[in-house]
Structure formats: C-alpha cells, structure tokens
C-alpha cells in the first residue's frame, strides 16, 4: 500500500521562507517521478514542480520559477520543496503527487500522470 504524506505548512509574511517535505512509503524511489501541486483558494489544481528519480530533470510553473528548489532524498524517500520569497498568491493547499513512473518532464506537469496522492498541507502568505 501506498501511503504519500506531506508537512511542513504554514502561515508566514511575504517574503519569508518555508520548505514542505513529503514521504512516500510503499513506493521504491526508482525510476519514479514526485511532484508538487497547489490549489489556491477557489480556484483549480496547478501543477507547480516536480522531479525525477534520479535528479537530473525537474520542472517548475513560471509562477514558481527562480523562488522554488524541489529536490528528493532517495534514502529517506523523502521529497522537498524549498520556498523562498513567498508571496500572498503563493497561498494554497499544497499536496505531493507520487509516480512509479517517470512522468516528470521538463515542458510540463499533469495530474493525470500521477497516481498517489497526499492529503494536502496548507501554505497561507500573509502582505
């Protein structure tokens, strides 16, 4: 069984710094991809970074690009998603997606290429 679990949300001030982790059990980091969604108050899921097994692809939304660093453990199974520079509309749930495929790619992220998912920690940026 697959269980994917994320922590590290938070409320924080603008332009302060908050990092998320999420752990995938039951689920060898091998040739798998894990990503990083968000869904902002009243709007949809987005997709906002994710990462391969071995590190070397990664992909972040423009949104996100140059404030966000995702990044993984492969011993500990274990996912990040370091935020710097935050800003009131980086305010979301944010869940972690787990793949034992490898579905990450450099142009884009879909929900639909991910097959566990988190329950979601909550990110609020206060001005």
């Known amino acids: 069984q697959v269980r994917v679990e994320e922590a590290g949300g938070g409320s924080v001030q603008a332009g302060e710094s908050l990092t998320l982790s999420c752990t995938a059990s039951?689920?060898?980091?091998?040739?798998?991809?894990m990503g990083w969604f968000r869904q902002p108050p009243g709007k949809e899921r987005e997709g906002v970074a994710c990462?391969?097994?071995?590190?070397?692809?990664?992909y972040y939304s423009d949104s996100v690009k140059g404030r966000f660093t995702i990044s993984k453990e492969n011993a500990k199974n274990t996912l990040y998603l370091q935020m710097d520079s935050l800003k009131p509309e980086d305010t979301a749930l944010y869940y972690c997606?787990?793949?034992?495929?490898?579905?990450?790619?450099?142009?884009?992220?879909?929900?639909?290429?991910?097959?566990?998912w988190g329950k979601g920690t909550q990110v609020t940026v206060s001005a």
């Open positions: 997606a787990a793949e034992a495929l490898d579905v990450c790619m450099v142009s884009m992220i879909r929900e639909k290429d991910f097959g566990y």
């Open positions: 039951g689920l060898t980091f091998d040739a798998n991809a």
């Open positions: 990462i391969n097994w071995s590190g070397d692809t990664t």
